[in-house]
Protein backbone atom coordinates (compact mmCIF):
# COMPACT_ATOMS: atom_id res chain seq x y z
CA UNK A 1 0.00 0.00 0.00
CA UNK A 2 1.54 3.90 -0.94
CA UNK A 3 1.13 5.63 2.27
CA UNK A 4 1.39 8.56 0.67
CA UNK A 5 -1.34 8.40 -1.71
CA UNK A 6 -3.85 7.15 1.10
CA UNK A 7 -3.22 11.12 2.70
CA UNK A 8 -3.14 12.31 -1.17
CA UNK A 9 0.54 13.84 -0.64
CA UNK A 10 3.62 13.86 -2.65
CA UNK A 11 5.87 11.25 -2.27
CA UNK A 12 8.94 13.37 -1.35
CA UNK A 13 11.34 12.55 1.75
CA UNK A 14 10.75 15.92 2.47
CA UNK A 15 7.33 16.18 3.77
CA UNK A 16 4.98 18.98 5.59
CA UNK A 17 4.21 17.34 9.23
CA UNK A 18 1.72 20.00 9.81
CA UNK A 19 -0.06 18.47 6.61
CA UNK A 20 0.22 14.94 7.47
CA UNK A 21 -1.12 15.49 10.80
CA UNK A 22 -4.08 17.09 9.70
CA UNK A 23 -5.03 14.94 7.14
CA UNK A 24 -4.48 12.18 9.14
CA UNK A 25 -6.94 13.77 11.64
CA UNK A 26 -9.62 13.92 8.91
CA UNK A 27 -9.13 10.39 7.60
CA UNK A 28 -9.22 9.32 11.13
CA UNK A 29 -12.36 10.93 11.58
CA UNK A 30 -14.07 9.96 8.23
CA UNK A 31 -13.21 6.00 8.58
CA UNK A 32 -13.91 5.95 12.70
CA UNK A 33 -15.85 2.71 13.53
CA UNK A 34 -18.38 4.79 15.58
CA UNK A 35 -19.10 6.26 11.73
CA UNK A 36 -20.41 2.85 10.35
CA UNK A 37 -22.15 1.45 13.47
CA UNK A 38 -25.18 1.27 11.96
CA UNK A 39 -24.02 -0.02 8.60
CA UNK A 40 -23.27 -3.33 6.64
CA UNK A 41 -21.04 -5.58 8.33
CA UNK A 42 -19.01 -4.94 5.05
CA UNK A 43 -18.91 -1.16 6.14
CA UNK A 44 -17.72 -2.14 9.50
CA UNK A 45 -15.20 -4.28 8.68
CA UNK A 46 -13.75 -2.15 5.71
CA UNK A 47 -14.15 0.79 8.54
CA UNK A 48 -11.93 -1.43 11.02
CA UNK A 49 -9.30 -2.21 8.54
CA UNK A 50 -9.12 1.81 7.09
CA UNK A 51 -8.57 3.19 10.39
CA UNK A 52 -5.73 0.43 11.06
CA UNK A 53 -3.74 1.37 7.72
CA UNK A 54 -4.59 4.94 8.28
CA UNK A 55 -2.48 4.68 11.39
CA UNK A 56 0.21 2.49 10.09
CA UNK A 57 0.62 5.00 7.48
CA UNK A 58 0.59 7.74 9.82
CA UNK A 59 3.05 6.21 12.16
CA UNK A 60 5.54 5.71 9.22
CA UNK A 61 5.27 8.82 7.46
CA UNK A 62 5.76 10.44 10.50
CA UNK A 63 9.58 9.18 11.24
CA UNK A 64 12.23 9.75 9.08
CA UNK A 65 13.19 6.70 8.71
CA UNK A 66 10.59 4.71 8.63
CA UNK A 67 9.42 6.79 5.59
CA UNK A 68 12.08 6.40 3.80
CA UNK A 69 12.42 2.81 4.74
CA UNK A 70 8.63 3.11 2.90
CA UNK A 71 9.98 4.68 -0.22
CA UNK A 72 12.61 2.36 -1.02
CA UNK A 73 9.97 -0.37 -0.43
CA UNK A 74 7.73 1.44 -3.53
CA UNK A 75 10.57 1.18 -5.38
CA UNK A 76 11.26 -2.31 -5.30
CA UNK A 77 13.92 -2.09 -1.99
CA UNK A 78 12.97 -3.66 0.62
CA UNK A 79 15.14 -3.26 3.78
CA UNK A 80 12.92 -2.72 7.28
CA UNK A 81 13.59 -6.53 8.53
CA UNK A 82 16.88 -7.22 6.95
CA UNK A 83 19.46 -9.30 9.08
CA UNK A 84 22.17 -8.94 7.54
CA UNK A 85 25.58 -7.58 9.17
CA UNK A 86 26.70 -4.20 8.40
CA UNK A 87 30.11 -4.23 7.55
CA UNK A 88 31.46 -0.54 7.01
CA UNK A 89 34.54 -0.98 9.67
CA UNK A 90 35.64 2.97 9.84
CA UNK A 91 31.84 3.95 10.38
CA UNK A 92 31.74 0.92 12.76
CA UNK A 93 34.59 1.87 14.43
CA UNK A 94 33.83 5.25 14.72
CA UNK A 95 30.29 3.99 16.36
CA UNK A 96 32.52 2.46 19.00
CA UNK A 97 34.31 5.35 20.24
CA UNK A 98 31.13 6.70 20.64
CA UNK A 99 29.87 3.88 22.54
CA UNK A 100 32.87 3.66 24.81
CA UNK A 101 32.81 7.44 25.36
CA UNK A 102 29.72 7.54 26.18
CA UNK A 103 29.74 4.62 28.81
CA UNK A 104 33.44 6.22 30.45
CA UNK A 105 31.23 9.29 30.93
CA UNK A 106 31.32 8.84 35.06
CA UNK A 107 35.15 8.77 35.08
CA UNK A 108 34.77 12.32 33.56
CA UNK A 109 35.82 15.32 35.79
CA UNK A 110 32.56 17.18 34.31
CA UNK A 111 30.25 14.46 33.11
CA UNK A 112 27.67 16.63 31.79
CA UNK A 113 29.88 18.88 29.90
CA UNK A 114 31.12 15.83 27.82
CA UNK A 115 27.91 14.45 27.57
CA UNK A 116 26.63 17.68 25.99
CA UNK A 117 30.07 17.73 23.51
CA UNK A 118 28.81 14.36 22.28
CA UNK A 119 25.48 14.62 22.25
CA UNK A 120 26.50 17.72 19.69
CA UNK A 121 28.53 15.09 17.29
CA UNK A 122 26.09 12.77 17.16
CA UNK A 123 23.16 15.26 16.43
CA UNK A 124 25.92 16.95 13.58
CA UNK A 125 26.30 14.09 12.11
CA UNK A 126 22.78 12.78 11.97
CA UNK A 127 21.57 16.13 10.44
CA UNK A 128 24.85 15.44 7.49
CA UNK A 129 23.43 11.59 7.26
CA UNK A 130 19.53 12.90 6.97
CA UNK A 131 20.73 15.73 4.18
CA UNK A 132 22.52 12.91 2.07
CA UNK A 133 19.72 10.38 2.44
CA UNK A 134 16.52 13.47 1.60
CA UNK A 135 19.01 14.42 -1.52
CA UNK A 136 19.69 10.29 -2.49
CA UNK A 137 16.11 9.96 -2.75
CA UNK A 138 15.53 12.82 -4.88
CA UNK A 139 17.29 11.09 -8.01
CA UNK A 140 15.06 7.64 -8.25
CA UNK A 141 17.77 6.00 -9.77
CA UNK A 142 18.59 1.82 -8.41
CA UNK A 143 22.34 3.40 -7.40
CA UNK A 144 20.73 6.72 -5.50
CA UNK A 145 18.15 4.26 -3.76
CA UNK A 146 21.40 1.39 -2.67
CA UNK A 147 22.74 4.76 -1.32
CA UNK A 148 19.91 5.71 0.33
CA UNK A 149 19.37 2.20 1.77
CA UNK A 150 23.11 2.53 3.33
CA UNK A 151 22.17 5.64 4.78
CA UNK A 152 19.15 4.73 6.63
CA UNK A 153 21.24 1.72 7.85
CA UNK A 154 23.91 4.12 9.50
CA UNK A 155 20.84 6.53 10.73
CA UNK A 156 19.34 3.38 12.82
CA UNK A 157 23.27 3.35 14.67
CA UNK A 158 22.66 6.79 15.32
CA UNK A 159 19.35 6.78 16.69
CA UNK A 160 20.35 4.02 19.16
CA UNK A 161 23.03 5.94 20.66
CA UNK A 162 20.70 8.91 21.06
CA UNK A 163 18.55 6.67 23.00
CA UNK A 164 22.17 5.19 24.76
CA UNK A 165 22.39 8.57 25.60
CA UNK A 166 19.18 10.15 26.97
CA UNK A 167 19.03 6.62 29.12
CA UNK A 168 22.72 8.19 30.40
CA UNK A 169 21.73 11.48 30.58
CA UNK A 170 18.51 10.52 32.53
CA UNK A 171 20.66 8.79 35.28
CA UNK A 172 23.24 11.53 35.67
CA UNK A 173 20.04 13.54 36.48
CA UNK A 174 18.84 11.27 39.55
CA UNK B 1 12.19 -12.50 27.57
CA UNK B 2 13.97 -15.28 29.36
CA UNK B 3 17.57 -15.76 28.94
CA UNK B 4 19.10 -19.62 28.91
CA UNK B 5 21.47 -19.93 32.00
CA UNK B 6 24.77 -20.18 29.65
CA UNK B 7 23.59 -16.55 27.84
CA UNK B 8 23.47 -15.20 31.65
CA UNK B 9 26.60 -16.79 32.47
CA UNK B 10 28.93 -15.10 29.40
CA UNK B 11 27.12 -11.78 30.22
CA UNK B 12 27.98 -12.15 33.75
CA UNK B 13 31.25 -13.01 32.86
CA UNK B 14 32.12 -12.50 29.82
CA UNK B 15 35.54 -14.18 28.44
CA UNK B 16 38.21 -12.06 26.69
CA UNK B 17 37.33 -8.70 26.98
CA UNK B 18 39.10 -6.18 25.47
CA UNK B 19 41.63 -4.95 22.35
CA UNK B 20 44.54 -5.96 21.39
CA UNK B 21 47.48 -3.29 20.30
CA UNK B 22 46.24 -1.80 16.73
CA UNK B 23 49.82 -2.38 15.04
CA UNK B 24 50.56 -5.75 15.96
CA UNK B 25 50.84 -7.35 12.59
CA UNK B 26 49.77 -10.69 14.17
CA UNK B 27 46.53 -9.13 15.11
CA UNK B 28 43.51 -9.07 12.83
CA UNK B 29 40.15 -7.52 13.81
CA UNK B 30 36.43 -7.88 12.48
CA UNK B 31 34.09 -5.27 12.98
CA UNK B 32 30.08 -5.50 12.11
CA UNK B 33 27.18 -3.81 13.44
CA UNK B 34 23.53 -4.89 13.10
CA UNK B 35 21.32 -1.51 12.15
CA UNK B 36 17.96 -3.30 13.56
CA UNK B 37 18.96 -3.35 16.94
CA UNK B 38 22.36 -0.42 17.04
CA UNK B 39 24.50 -3.78 17.98
CA UNK B 40 28.05 -2.99 17.60
CA UNK B 41 30.45 -5.86 17.75
CA UNK B 42 34.57 -6.13 17.83
CA UNK B 43 36.40 -9.22 17.82
CA UNK B 44 40.35 -9.38 17.00
CA UNK B 45 42.49 -12.90 16.36
CA UNK B 46 46.17 -13.18 17.11
CA UNK B 47 47.58 -15.33 14.88
CA UNK B 48 50.88 -17.57 15.45
CA UNK B 49 53.18 -18.50 12.56
CA UNK B 50 51.30 -21.36 12.03
CA UNK B 51 48.50 -19.79 11.40
CA UNK B 52 46.92 -20.92 14.50
CA UNK B 53 44.75 -18.42 16.84
CA UNK B 54 46.53 -17.80 20.07
CA UNK B 55 44.92 -15.59 21.45
CA UNK B 56 41.40 -13.87 21.04
CA UNK B 57 39.16 -10.31 22.39
CA UNK B 58 35.69 -9.06 21.68
CA UNK B 59 33.73 -5.74 22.66
CA UNK B 60 30.19 -5.56 21.87
CA UNK B 61 27.71 -3.09 22.66
CA UNK B 62 24.19 -4.48 22.30
CA UNK B 63 22.07 -7.17 24.27
CA UNK B 64 22.80 -9.74 26.39
CA UNK B 65 22.97 -12.48 23.35
CA UNK B 66 25.09 -10.77 21.83
CA UNK B 67 27.46 -10.03 24.24
CA UNK B 68 27.52 -14.04 24.94
CA UNK B 69 27.58 -14.89 21.65
CA UNK B 70 31.15 -12.97 20.87
CA UNK B 71 32.11 -14.09 24.43
CA UNK B 72 31.24 -17.70 22.94
CA UNK B 73 33.81 -17.09 19.96
CA UNK B 74 36.44 -15.82 21.46
CA UNK B 75 36.66 -19.04 23.70
CA UNK B 76 35.70 -21.17 20.50
CA UNK B 77 38.73 -20.05 17.76
CA UNK B 78 41.44 -20.09 20.46
CA UNK B 79 43.54 -23.17 19.27
CA UNK B 80 42.13 -23.45 15.84
CA UNK B 81 43.79 -22.56 12.61
CA UNK B 82 42.12 -19.75 10.19
CA UNK B 83 40.22 -22.29 8.09
CA UNK B 84 38.68 -24.25 11.50
CA UNK B 85 37.82 -21.12 12.88
CA UNK B 86 36.24 -20.07 9.15
CA UNK B 87 33.88 -22.90 9.68
CA UNK B 88 32.18 -21.62 12.87
CA UNK B 89 27.70 -21.63 12.02
CA UNK B 90 25.54 -19.37 13.36
CA UNK B 91 23.93 -22.35 14.06
CA UNK B 92 25.94 -23.99 16.44
CA UNK B 93 26.05 -20.18 18.23
CA UNK B 94 22.70 -20.38 18.94
CA UNK B 95 22.25 -23.99 19.61
CA UNK B 96 25.05 -23.90 22.35
CA UNK B 97 23.78 -20.58 23.98
CA UNK B 98 19.94 -21.88 23.22
CA UNK B 99 18.95 -18.68 21.64
CA UNK B 100 15.08 -17.83 21.49
CA UNK B 101 14.22 -17.55 17.27
CA UNK B 102 14.14 -13.86 17.78
CA UNK B 103 17.98 -13.57 18.95
CA UNK B 104 19.12 -15.38 16.25
CA UNK B 105 20.42 -12.33 14.50
CA UNK B 106 23.18 -12.36 16.86
CA UNK B 107 24.49 -14.94 16.79
CA UNK B 108 24.68 -14.25 12.89
CA UNK B 109 26.58 -10.99 14.25
CA UNK B 110 29.15 -13.48 15.50
CA UNK B 111 29.83 -15.43 12.75
CA UNK B 112 29.62 -12.51 10.53
CA UNK B 113 32.41 -11.04 12.75
CA UNK B 114 34.91 -13.88 13.41
CA UNK B 115 34.70 -14.00 9.46
CA UNK B 116 35.63 -10.62 9.03
CA UNK B 117 38.46 -10.79 11.36
CA UNK B 118 40.03 -13.78 9.40
CA UNK B 119 39.45 -12.03 6.13
CA UNK B 120 41.03 -9.33 7.50
CA UNK B 121 44.13 -11.15 8.81
CA UNK B 122 44.33 -12.79 5.07
CA UNK B 123 43.82 -9.24 3.61
CA UNK B 124 47.23 -7.95 5.42
CA UNK B 125 49.06 -10.96 5.20
CA UNK B 126 48.13 -11.76 0.99
CA UNK B 127 46.39 -14.58 1.57
Known amino acids: ?174 | MAYSNKVIDHYENPRNVGAFAKDDPTVATGMVGAPACGDVMKLQIKVNEQGIIEDAKFKTYGCGSAIASSSLVTEWVKGKTLDEAQLIKNTDIAQELALPPVKIHCSILAEDAIKAAIADYKQKHGG
Open chain 1, 1 to 174: MNYFRLFDLPETFELDLTELGSRYLSLQKRFHPDNFAAGSERDRLMSVQQTANINDAYHSLKQPLLRAEHMLALRGLKISNEQRSFTDPLFLMQQMELREQLAELQDEADPEAALFAIEQQIQQQRKQLLKALSEALVEQSAEQDQLAAELVRKLKFFYKLQQELELIEQQLQD
